[in-house]
Nanobody, 125 residues
Framework: QVQLVESGGGLVQAGGSLRLSCAAS????????MGWFRQSPGIEREFVAT????????IYADSVVGRFTISRDNAKNMVFLQMDSLRPEDTATYYC??????????????????WGQGTQVTVFS
């Protein structure tokens, strides 16, 4: 099991940027595919982005393509989500998740075993 802690959320005006970080402890992240998901009140949690263990394979939700970038630093046991050109509809709690042993990037929420507590992102117009 790996423990995940997200940070970097906040309040930002539409068009602005935020960089979310996910710090892991307990196990090396190099053995995990990592993902970012988000959830707004009254809406099911949805996939945002995923990255495979090496960082070579990345997949994004259609709604964030060209605006969000996922990356990882296995040496520091961290994963990042750079969010640019933010929109009010990006407002949500963002969660970092880990899928142990996955060979590729993983979009299926049910495949992730470990989750962080989330960080709130609020975008105002």
């Amino acid at each position: 099991q790996v423990q995940l802690v997200e940070s970097g959320g906040g309040l930002v005006q539409a068009g602005g940027s935020l960089r979310l970080s996910c710090a892991a402890s307990g196990r090396p992240l190099s053995g995990y595919a990592m993902g970012w998901f988000r959830q707004s009140p009254g809406i099911e949690r949805e996939f945002v982005a995923t990255i495979n263990w090496s960082g070579e394979d990345k997949i994004y939700a259609d709604s964030v393509v060209g605006r969000f970038t996922i990356s990882r630093d296995n040496a520091k046991n961290m994963v990042f989500l750079q969010m640019d050109s933010l929109r009010p509809e990006d407002t949500a709690t963002y969660y970092c998740a880990a899928d142990f042993g996955a060979l590729g990037a993983e979009v299926r929420e049910g495949e992730y075993e470990d989750w962080g507590q989330g960080t709130q992102v609020t975008v105002f117009s």
